[in-house]
């Protein structure tokens, strides 16, 4: 069992950044990979940036050059620094882990609003 706690949404403004953060109550080293999703109002649940066990990441085309996906093995949480937001930023982050030999978990969500 792994415990997902995300952090860090809020309201900002076009052109603004927001940091969030998502804790794992498991060490990192357990885990194979880490992503942040993102849902938009009546849209399906899209993959926003991952991080792999190795270090490897990957973003969607949307968010390449804004956003940026990292890790703290000390504090087992991962960040995603979101820069230049859009209001088509919008929408619940979610934190996903793909856990060795244990499955997927998700944390509950945290709310980005970007006003133009």
């Known amino acids: 069992q792994v415990q997902l706690v995300e952090s860090g949404g809020g309201l900002v403004q076009a052109g603004g950044s927001l940091r969030l953060s998502c804790a794992a109550s498991?060490?990192?080293?357990?885990?194979?990979?880490m992503d942040w999703y993102r849902q938009a109002p009546g849209k399906q649940r899209d993959l926003v940036a991952g991080?792999?066990?190795?270090?490897?990441?990957n973003y969607a085309d949307s968010v390449k050059g804004r956003f940026t996906i990292s890790r703290d093995y000390a504090k087992n949480t991962v960040y995603l620094q979101m820069n230049s937001l859009k209001p088509e930023d919008t929408g619940v982050y979610y934190c996903?882990?793909?856990?060795?030999?244990?499955?997927?978990?998700w944390g509950q969500g945290t709310q980005v609003t970007v006003s133009s």
């Open positions: 996903h882990a793909e856990v060795h030999l244990a499955g997927d978990y």
């Open positions: 498991r060490s990192f080293f357990s885990i194979n990979a």
């Open positions: 991080v792999t066990s190795g270090g490897s990441t």
